[in-house]
């Protein structure tokens, strides 16, 4: 029986559903059955046997929305195996304040499960897509 997972992700500009669908297709290539979700649009994961969940990041922490989602689906998420894929501008950045802000980034979203895996990318910001005040 093949494996069911779950890639959700929470986008302002869209760049962080762009990566969804690329580990999607990497995972496809293992016979894995994976459906590509946006976050607001995932309600049930009775069907699911892991999750990854990713976000954007927006001042040092994930969106509050993925927060949202992860407090609400806690109790599920934490029966299932979940990893998290971080977004973030700052991984060019060397200095250690910016590598301790990366790694930070997911500290909100750890008080409500323990993830198998964290990865994180330097993500494009896409600022025409932004709304002005972001």
Same mark, same amino acid.
Not at 37 to 52: E, F, H, P
Not at 90 to 109: F, H, K, M, P, R
């Given at each position: 029986?093949?494996?069911?997972?779950? @890639?959700?992700? $929470? /986008? !302002?500009? =869209?760049?962080?559903?762009?990566? #969804?669908?690329?580990?999607?297709?990497?995972?496809?290539?293992?016979?894995?059955?994976?459906?590509?979700?946006?976050?607001?649009?995932?309600?049930?994961?009775?069907?699911?046997?892991?999750?990854? @969940?990713?976000? $954007? /990041? !927006?001042? =040092?922490?994930?969106?509050?929305? #993925?927060?949202?989602?992860?407090?609400?689906?806690?109790?599920?998420?934490?029966?299932?195996?979940?990893?998290?894929?971080?977004?973030?501008?700052?991984?060019?950045?060397?200095?250690?304040?910016?590598?301790?802000?990366?790694?930070?980034?997911?500290?909100?979203?750890?008080?409500?499960?323990?993830?198998?895996?964290?990865?994180?990318?330097?993500?494009?910001?896409?600022?025409?897509?932004?709304?002005?005040?972001?």
């Amino acid at each position: 029986m093949s494996r069911s997972i779950l @890639i959700t992700y $929470a /986008t !302002r500009a =869209g760049t962080t559903g762009e990566v #969804a669908h690329i580990i999607a297709d990497v995972l496809r290539r293992e016979d894995v059955w994976v459906d590509v979700r946006n976050i607001q649009d995932v309600t049930d994961l009775a069907r699911y046997d892991a999750v990854v @969940i990713g976000s $954007a /990041t !927006r001042m =040092g922490s994930w969106i509050p929305e #993925a927060v949202a989602w992860v407090a609400a689906h806690a109790e599920v998420l934490a029966r299932l195996p979940v990893a998290l894929v971080t977004m973030t501008g700052l991984l060019g950045d060397e200095q250690g304040d910016a590598q301790q802000a990366v790694y930070s980034a997911t500290d909100e979203v750890r008080q409500y499960l323990s993830p198998v895996d964290e990865v994180f990318f330097a993500g494009k910001v896409a600022v025409k897509k932004l709304p002005y005040f972001e």
